[in-house]
């Protein structure tokens, strides 16, 4: 699928004049508008980003290597120095090159808005059918050949269509791998660090493998219902020992999920033995994301035969 180089006027007619705020982060401002007949969203990169110009376009590339139904899908995208109609202070004034990206809307917002809380009351066919989408998404990305790691995974990040069917979003970190590339150092990141692996807040070591501890953090967040930290702390433990005390347990399983079938329960079962074998501490000892895939798929196929190693 092409995707469209859009100029700052059309930008503007998109958004009719940037008035429909949808969503703000450390990154940008993201606005309602329509494109084509559909409506869109459409991402005005910050200034203070610390977005270059190449890193834009590295973005931009990453984004055109991926065409799944669980990736949000990137339209077209606009890189141009400011429009000179707009009228700027001419003190200290510098040319400054705007940024823009144009997804498709994903109409039912991110998935930290709807997960936490009773598990039972999102009900876990719809939890089960997040966990699978956001899993062959990831795939998407890791797998192929094309070793892309996202790097910012976290709910946040995660969209919700009218259908509840996940889309990852928000590549602003993301990187390509070589094929011979295990892993690198970043330094200056705003990602959510709370679901970030260890040897990222150690020592700033990325990798593919980082990827599958926010994607077990992921699972099991939309399995138990409960966040991993509360919203004043960076880290913690605890979260790991309690889903691993409580969430293996099944009388506890059927505590929360008081209605479910037998593969309902078993399916509960496995995504959290799946999740907990994605936060190991070595990440040489995670799962791969398509081995996660294929888990997935046996047990929402019936079967029970997952990762024995919890």
């Known amino acids: ?36 007949g559909k409506q869109v969203a459409v991402k005005k990169l910050r200034e203070s980003s610390q977005l270059s110009e190449t890193d834009f376009e590295k973005e931009v590339q990453i984004l055109k290597l991926v065409d799944h ?29 705007e940024k823009f990206l144009c997804f498709e809307y994903v109409p039912n917002g991110s998935l930290d808005k709807c997960i936490y809380g009773e598990p039972s009351k999102l009900g876990w066919d719809k939890r089960f059918k997040i966990i699978k989408g956001i899993c062959k998404g990831l795939d998407a990305l890791h797998g192929q050949g094309r070793r892309i790691i996202h790097s910012d995974l976290n709910p946040a990040n995660i969209l919700l269509d009218d259908n509840m069917e996940p889309k990852i979003a928000d590549f602003g970190l993301s990187r390509i791998f070589g094929e011979n590339q295990t892993h690198t150092r970043i330094t200056n990141s705003k990602s959510a660090m709370e679901y ?18 926010s994607l077990g953090l992921l699972i099991i967040e939309i399995t138990t219902g409960e966040k991993n930290c509360s ?57 791969n994301s398509a081995n996660i895939v294929h888990k997935v798929d046996q047990i929402g196929a019936g079967s029970s035969s997952v990762f024995h190693r919890v």
């Open 1 to 36: 699928m092409e995707r469209a180089v859009l100029s700052i006027q059309i930008i503007k007619n998109i958004t009719n004049g940037f008035t429909d705020i949808i969503g703000e982060g450390s990154f940008g401002v993201v606005y309602k508008g329509k494109y084509n």
């Open 69 to 97: 139904q669980n990736i949000v899908k990137l339209i077209g995208y606009c890189c141009q120095r400011e429009d000179p109609t707009e009228q700027r202070p001419s003190f200290g004034s510098r040319d400054v090159v």
């Open 196 to 213: 970030m692996a260890p040897e990222y807040l150690q020592r700033g070591q990325l990798s593919i493998e980082s990827d599958i501890y």
């Open 231 to 287: 919203d004043d702390e960076l880290y913690t433990t605890d979260f790991t020992e309690d889903v691993r005390k409580n969430w293996t347990n099944m009388p506890y399983i059927k505590l929360k999920y008081p209605a479910l079938s037998s593969d309902g329960y078993r399916q509960v079962e496995g995504c959290i033995k799946i999740g907990l074998n994605c936060l190991s501490k070595k990440r040489k000892d995670r799962p």
